[in-house]
């Protein structure tokens, strides 16, 4: 299934201009991918990126039916200090979420990273949206490219 797999990976904090753009990007790629014949979509379920990654995928299943959105998720109660909007939001992705995964069962310093690999593990695609070159996103891109994943780079022209 890896060969027809693709995750995601993104900054939690996006400039609110260009989040249009940004969704709009997500939504051709992920049509593009699914025509393609990817069929299995990962994400890690944090504000930001993920959830409108999340939000992409989902509202392209509408047209590519046999796609479907797999959740890697960090630990459990790793959303507990969202606003009551991302929890809500949040509840309704998982309901419409093939699978939902916990790396961890409670937080440990290492638990995103382990979700990240295990992203990237599991994909032949990363799409991604990284405007600076640190945090979780970059450590991402780079462990996505040593594993030769093929890269789609959200960030140009946006």
């Known amino acids: 299934m890896r060969d027809k797999s693709v995750c995601f990976s993104g900054h939690r904090n996006m400039p609110a201009e260009s989040c249009n753009e940004i969704y709009k990007k997500l939504v ?44 890697i998720l960090p630990y459990r109660g790793h959303n507990s200090g969202w606003s009551i909007i991302d929890k809500r939001k949040f509840e309704v992705i998982m309901k419409y979420a093939r699978s939902v995964e916990y790396i961890f069962d409670r937080y440990v310093s290492w638990c995103f990273s382990e979700r990240n690999k295990r992203m990237v593990d599991n994909s032949s695609v990363l799409v991604y949206y990284m405007t600076e070159c640190k945090g979780g996103t970059w450590f991402t891109v ?14 140009q022209n946006v």
């Open 28 to 71: 051709g790629t992920v049509k593009t991918l699914a025509a393609e014949g990817y069929t299995e979509f990962y994400c890690g379920g944090a504000v930001g990126f993920d959830m409108m990654a999340e939000t992409a995928v989902l509202d392209v299943k509408r047209n590519f039916p046999d796609i479907s959105l797999h959740l």
């Open 142 to 155: 780079k462990y996505a490219a040593s594993k030769e994943l093929k890269l789609f780079n959200l960030t």
